[in-house]
């Protein structure tokens, strides 16, 4: 079994800031926010920010896994 496709199956995203999470978590560690989709797509961990140029762009503070994109 493909690990890329277990991801989304595995995790949601936080709207606000798209960190990803366990299914059963109900609150984003990061942002603290509530809301989350299991729509999502594209992945990326950031382990080190300062040697990360795509954390940079997505503007991520707090090393983890992010959804690259959104689903409406
Ligand atoms: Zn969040």
Do not use: Q
Request: charge should be positive.
């Amino acid at each position: 079994m493909p690990a890329r496709r277990k991801y989304s199956k595995l995790f949601k995203a936080c709207i606000k800031c798209k960190y990803l999470v366990p299914l059963d978590t109900p609150r984003c560690p990061v942002c603290g926010s509530e809301n989350f989709t299991e729509n999502w797509s594209g992945i990326v961990i950031v382990v080190d920010m300062e040697k990360s140029d795509i954390a940079k762009m997505l503007d991520i503070k707090v090393p983890g896994r992010y959804a690259i994109r959104l689903g409406t």
